[in-house]
């Protein structure tokens, strides 16, 4: 048994976690016991972040000093923003100016010297890390644009904050709840490849810093981030299209082209981060152009009812209606991976503390299939 190959270490246990379940035949996720459900409507980013790394939801006053030393960590040094700009300059990938924005944040880490073993020390390398992450990426945007970075406002909350920074003008409430929303929604989600790679790192002892640039980079392949990216550039399509959207999905799957959104490794119903996103995406669409929800209703509606694909267990996934919210709130398409990155760090951070708290060195092995008893020549008879 122990010789038997599972590629991509498929139904392998590799850890035990408290952080977050997900129930891919019920359509059930939940962090450290709580449905995401819950959490999603009653709770704000930041009450997440502190139950992911803490294990129970604050109080008042836990929440207030837990925020109020988010808020201060926000800013980033002159060396990162201008890193940003050259690199907005240059064309550069945002996940690529993401990645290189946490390697230099390091360079302002005043616990360098702090030991490894040190899980608080760590804990509050992890908070800076989050707290900067999202003024990083505003600015780098700003730069593509042209134009100067935003300053954090101390009296928004991390999610209204950061369309603030990216915009330039305060959202709305509704704005502002919708994002927060999806920060928690893909906080954290059991050990896919960017959190395994976060924990990989994080089981050599190094620092939290090359464990999220780890996962920053193992997010940023088109097989684990991007799929929100797709469904959008395919929803563009569709209106730039001459047909109706019902008939442009028909032709499209009549033409065997798959549509992004549909099918999870884990989940064989609709992802239940999906339905809340849904649920936004029809109230933004009250409140301004309703063409983006009524096109993915009406796909899901046409690849669910005519085409079976819930039967087979292929059903919506979070992306299929996360790149629709996005854009209705404004956030440039290719952006979507690096707000993915933004809400998943908390989740990234989580594993690594948890992990290290019992380490092993994660060291799997491979079955070896090359040639056996080779006759070495020297070079100079080659």
Known sequence: MADDLKKGLEGVLVAESDLSSI?????????????????????????????????????????ASFTEALTEERTVSDDVLATMERLADAGEQPMAALRTAISMFSATEPETDADPDDLDATLRKGRRITAKIPTALAAFERYRLGEEPVDPDPDLGLAANFLYMLTGEQPDDVAAETFDQALILHADHGLNASTFTSMV???????????????????????????????????????????????????????????????????????????????????????????????????EQYLSEEKGLVEKGIAPNVDFYSGSVYYQLGIPIDMYTPIFAMSRAGGWIAHVLEYQDDNRLIRPRARYTGPEDQEFVPISER
């Open 23 to 63: 129930d891919g035949d019920a359509g059930r996720l939940i962090y450290r016991g709580y449905a995401i459900e819950d959490l999603a409507r009653g709770a704000s980013y930041e009450e997440v972040l502190y139950l992911l790394w803490n294990g129970y939801l604050p109080s008042e006053d836990e929440l």
């Open 201 to 299: 790192i994080g089981s050599t002892m190094a620092d939290i810093y090359s464990a999220v640039t780890g996962g920053i980079s193992a997010l940023s392949g088109p097989l684990h981030g991007g799929a929100n990216q797709d469904v959008m550039e395919v929803l563009i399509e569709i209106d730039e299209s001459d047909l109706d959207h019902r008939e442009w999905v028909e032709q499209a799957t009549d033409e065997g082209r798959r549509i992004p959104g549909f099918g999870h490794r884990v989940y064989n119903v609709k992802d239940p981060r999906a339905k809340i996103l849904e649920e936004r995406s029809k109230e933004l669409a009250e409140n301004g152009d309703d063409k983006w929800y009524n096109y993915t209703t009406t796909i």
